[in-house]
């Protein structure tokens, strides 16, 4: 997974995207800045946008006017709008070949940070690219870096380093923002882990250590461009975009795999189960209803994985199993109420009297002692 999975100090170089179709224009560029600072190339404003939405460690974006595509001016337009803020308030460096002022003039009104033109020197080009980075203060990180979050035993030497919520939830809407625009797919995955014990039967607590070691093996199994985070004790969220539904659903249930085959049970003396309760937009509608928010499909995803624990199921919880489940625990609940009888008459009661269902007399005569009184009184006095 390439986002959050480097650990984070202030040593690291900052991280510059460049996008330009001009092979010759990224490596003069590259030339200029190698060694202190890190780069990404993007080959138009399409490469860019989506790189900058899954790389949370680009500070500054330095891009062309004319590409293909999407051009400067689109880019900007994107980034500017974002509801990221990571994304909307990243320093953006305009590189033209020309001069002209109302080029400039332009660039500036979409967002630009700065202008320099194509033939600038390495000198001049670090000095803007070091103030816009905060090199050489006593800033904080920016707030752009990832905060990680270890998953790891202290004296274990394979631990790993997962988005922290805040974070996750920034890059998952940014990915949510870009299917949504590019009208792609965007699946999100509540990953929940349920134990057994193999002696009793019996639902119990998730080990810490189980739980460790399940999110090793889920960070191991997700693609390169997805992002992941622990969010419950026994808990994982996943986010993934562009891709198909079908899918998706094949990638939850390797996720699911990956967990119940990890020969984590026979350690802790428990048997295992993943429920992945799965939420994408796909499901629904956009002619008839608006997409549904990060909030709303998380809500969503969230039901179907406690549905599917309820259920004791490993394996993907979507919009089918969901009702599938419900129906059933319906079902078991209409068969758990008590049958309400129809209490009898007075004649009915005094028939299974007469043929010795005394239980059943007993079991309906409070009911009839008022009205039954009055004719005991009146044998009472005939004898």
């Known amino acids: 997974m390439a986002i959050g999975n480097s650990i984070v100090d202030n040593a690291v170089k900052p991280r510059v995207l460049i996008a330009d179709d001009s092979r010759i224009v990224r490596a003069t560029l590259i030339k200029h800045i190698d060694g202190a600072f890190e780069f990404r190339e993007a080959l138009d404003g399409e490469q860019a946008w989506e790189t900058l939405l899954l790389d949370p460690s680009i500070r500054v974006v330095i891009t062309d006017l004319t590409m293909p595509k999407l051009d400067g001016y689109g880019l900007l337009k994107r980034i500017r709008a974002s509801k990221v803020s990571r994304i909307r308030n990243v320093p953006v460096i305009v590189i033209s070949g020309s001069d002209e002022q109302a080029e400039r003039e332009r660039a500036k009104s979409f967002g630009a940070t700065d202008l320099i033109t194509k033939g600038i020197g390495t000198a001049q080009l670090l000095s803007r690219l070091d103030i816009l980075t905060g090199l050489g203060n006593d800033q904080e990180?920016?707030?752009?870096?990832p905060q990680e979050v270890p998953l790891d035993n202290p004296s274990?030497?394979?631990?790993?380093?997962?988005?922290?919520?805040?974070?996750?939830?920034s890059q998952a809407e940014a990915m949510r923002e870009f299917a949504l625009n590019q009208a792609k797919n965007f699946v999100l995955l509540r990953v929940a882990i349920g134990v057994v014990r193999t002696d009793s039967?019996?639902?119990?607590?998730?080990?810490?250590?189980?739980?460790?070691?399940?999110?090793?093996?889920?960070?191991?199994?997700?693609?390169?461009?997805d992002c992941m985070a622990q969010s419950g004790e026994a808990e994982f969220t996943l986010a993934s975009n562009n891709i198909?539904?079908?899918?998706?659903?094949?990638f939850a249930q390797r996720v699911c795999n990956a967990i119940i085959g990890g020969n984590l049970s026979e350690k802790h003396g428990a048997a295992i189960f993943a429920s992945c309760?799965?939420?994408a937009l796909s499901e629904f509608d956009p002619g008839t209803a608006p997409s549904p928010s990060l909030a709303e499909l998380?809500?969503?995803?969230?039901?179907?994985?406690?549905?599917?624990?309820?259920?004791?199921?490993?394996g993907v919880v979507g919009?089918?199993?969901?009702a599938l489940f419900a129906e059933k625990e319906a079902a078991e609940a209409d068969a758990a109420e008590p049958v309400q009888e129809d209490p009898p008459d007075l004649a009915t009661l005094l028939q299974w009297a007469k043929e010795g269902k005394q239980d059943l007399v007993m079991r309906h005569i409070g009911k009839f002692s008022s009205e039954l009184?009055?004719?005991?009184?009146?044998?009472?006095?005939?004898?």
């Open 319 to 322: 919009a089918e199993e969901e």
């Open 156 to 169: 274990s030497d394979d631990g790993i380093k997962l988005l922290s919520l805040e974070e996750f939830q």
């Open 277 to 279: 309760g799965m939420a």
């Open 244 to 250: 198909h539904f079908d899918s998706a659903r094949n």
């Open 298 to 314: 998380s809500s969503v995803a969230s039901r179907r994985s406690v549905l599917g624990l309820r259920q004791g199921v490993s």
């Open 141 to 145: 990180p920016s707030p752009s870096v």
């Open 201 to 225: 039967a019996a639902a119990a607590e998730v080990p810490p250590e189980m739980v460790r070691a399940a999110g090793r093996l889920l960070y191991r199994t997700v693609r390169q461009t």
């Open 373 to 383: 009184q009055p004719l005991i009184a009146l044998l009472n006095q005939a004898k």
